[in-house]
C-alpha cells in the first residue's frame, strides 16, 4: 500500500466487502489426500448472523476471484456455490 494504511485507487482494493464470507468445502481423495474439488459457499453477515448472499454478490465474488486466481477459474452455480475448476485442481 504505502500510503499510511490507506486504501488508494490501483492498491487492489477497489472494492472491499467486509460483510461477504465463504465457506470454503474441500474434497480430498481418502487413500492419497489428492485434491478433488474446492466449492465456496458465499455468506453475507447481517445483524450478527451468516446469510445467504443475495445473487448479485455471488456472482461479484466469483468474478472477482476468477481474475485474482491465476490458472484456476471459478464458475458459479445456480444455487450461487462458487467451484474452482482447473486442471491443478
Not at 18 to 26: K, Q
Request: glycine share 14%; aromatic share 4%; net charge negative.
Amino acid at each position: 500500500m504505502g500510503h499510511g494504511g490507506r486504501q488508494e485507487p490501483g492498491d487492489g482494493y477497489e472494492q472491499y466487502r467486509d460483510d461477504l464470507r465463504l465457506v470454503h468445502l474441500v474434497s480430498v481423495e481418502a487413500g492419497t489426500g489428492r485434491l478433488v474439488s474446492v466449492r465456496m459457499v458465499p455468506l453475507r453477515v447481517r445483524r450478527m448472523r451468516l446469510e445467504h448472499a443475495p445473487e448479485g454478490d455471488c456472482a461479484w465474488l466469483g468474478a472477482t476471484l476468477a481474475r485474482i486466481s491465476d490458472g484456476v477459474d471459478v464458475v458459479l452455480e445456480p444455487s450461487g456455490t462458487l467451484v474452482a475448476v482447473s486442471g491443478r485442481v
